[in-house]
Structures are given as C-alpha cells and as structure tokens.
C-alpha cells in the first residue's frame, strides 16, 4: 500500500487561510477544482513519515516547516492510497518565497522524449471554504480537523 506524507500550513493573520499546492505538469495544467493538495510526497520504505513530510512541504514550497505541528491524523483516497498530515501556523508573507523542485518525466507519451516539470507550478492560500472546493475531496477531512483543533484552542 502507498503511503504519502504532508503539511499543511495555515495563517490566522490577517484572517484564517489555508495554503494548497496546485500539482505541476503536464496532466494538472487545466485542473482547478477537486485537484488542489497539500504539499505531499510518497514515503519511502526506510523514511519516518513526519521528516518525508517536512522535506517534502520545504522542496515544494521553498517555506520552512516551523514547530509545533498539530498532528491531523490520515485518510485514505480513492486511490486506496494513505496519506498523513501535519499542520503548523506559518505566515501570510512566507509564500513571497514559493520556489519549487522539479521532476523528469517522458513527454509526450511514448514519444520517447523527456521534459522537465515542476512539482508544484503554484501555491495559494485559501479561506477554508474556498479551500474544500479546490482541494482533492478525501483531503477535506485535513481541513475540518484543524478547524476542530483550532477552536478547542480558543
């Protein structure tokens, strides 16, 4: 079974917004609605999930991931596919330094040629309603928990 980790960080100034990644190449270029994530990467057999997801928020983000992180469990998509997620309380101006890694894949199929893509081509933040209609839906359950952990908080 696939298992992929993630972060997703919230501001709460100057109102509460969620930041979303829009997934890079070729088969998200027209997306909009439904294909928005967190920063995510699949976890590798020998990695501890909590430090794949950190490495992964920072390469496709360039933000650092800063402490405490508020633990939001897992869901499972339609995929069958495992995903875990973190959240921490970052800010609005961080995003200024959005930079993202890339990756090689053949394009177009079976042509035998390669092109580079980004992982991610745009980050966002979000207010949580605009947020559940971007992001992928089994992750929406990412959403309603922080909201749930922040207002026992208060």
């Known amino acids: ?5 993630g972060i997703l960080m919230y501001v709460l100034q100057p109102e509460f917004r969620l930041l979303l990644a829009h997934p890079g190449g070729p088969y998200f270029k027209n997306k909009d609605e439904g294909s ?3 920063p995510k990467r699949q976890v590798e057999a020998e990695e501890e999930i909590i430090a794949a997801a950190k490495r992964e928020f920072n390469e496709e983000t360039g ?5 405490p992180l508020i633990d939001l469990s897992y869901v ?9 997620c973190w959240a921490f309380e970052g800010e609005e101006k961080s995003i200024e330094n959005f930079n993202s890694n890339s990756f090689e894949m053949e394009w177009p199929p079976r042509s ?43």
Do not use: C
């Open 1 to 5: 079974m696939k298992v992929s980790a």
């Open 112 to 154: 035998g040629k390669t092109a580079v893509f980004v992982e991610v081509d745009r980050i966002e933040l979000f207010t949580p309603e605009e947020a559940r209609k971007k992001i992928m839906e089994a992750q929406i359950a990412f959403i309603d928990r922080l909201e749930a952990h922040l207002n026992k908080e208060v």
């Open 36 to 38: 928005w994530t967190i």
């Open 63 to 67: 933000i650092p991931v800063k402490e």
């Open 76 to 84: 499972r998509q339609k995929s069958g596919k495992k995903v875990y």
